[in-house]
């Protein structure tokens, strides 16, 4: 069974950084890649970065480039978000989920975890 774990969720405030984990198990972890998502209240669930299977490409949402950086351990089957210089519309549930292909579409990951509240304030 597959399970994604996310962790490292809270509260920060405007400027501050917060590190996002996600651990997975139940699949060959290396041959999946791994996306960021989030979801504010009243808002539809957003794409934020993705990573392919080697970690050797990246993709983020404009909203966040050069403020996050998403990467990956394949020895230890973890993926993290490193997210610096919050803002207050960064505040959202953020979920880790695991797909055939680095991908923008929620709809062409597999897996999900049960995401981790992160609230900015100002």
């Known amino acids: 069974q597959v399970h994604l774990v996310e962790s490292g969720g809270g509260l920060a405030q405007a400027g501050g950084s917060l590190r996002l984990s996600c651990a997975a198990s139940g699949l060959s972890f290396r041959w999946y890649s791994l996306g960021w998502f989030r979801q504010a209240p009243g808002k539809e669930r957003e794409f934020v970065a993705s990573?392919?299977?080697?970690?050797?490409?990246?993709n983020y949402v404009d909203s966040v480039k050069g403020r996050f950086t998403i990467s990956r351990d394949n020895a230890e089957n973890m993926v993290y978000l490193q997210m610096n210089s919050l803002k207050v519309e960064d505040t959202a549930v953020y979920s880790c989920?695991?797909?055939?292909?680095?991908?923008?579409?929620?709809?062409?990951?597999?897996?999900w975890g049960q995401g981790t509240q992160v609230t900015v304030s100002s």
């Open positions: 990573i392919n299977r080697r970690g050797s490409e990246t």
């Open positions: 989920a695991a797909g055939g292909g680095a991908t923008t579409r929620s709809e062409q990951y597999d897996y």
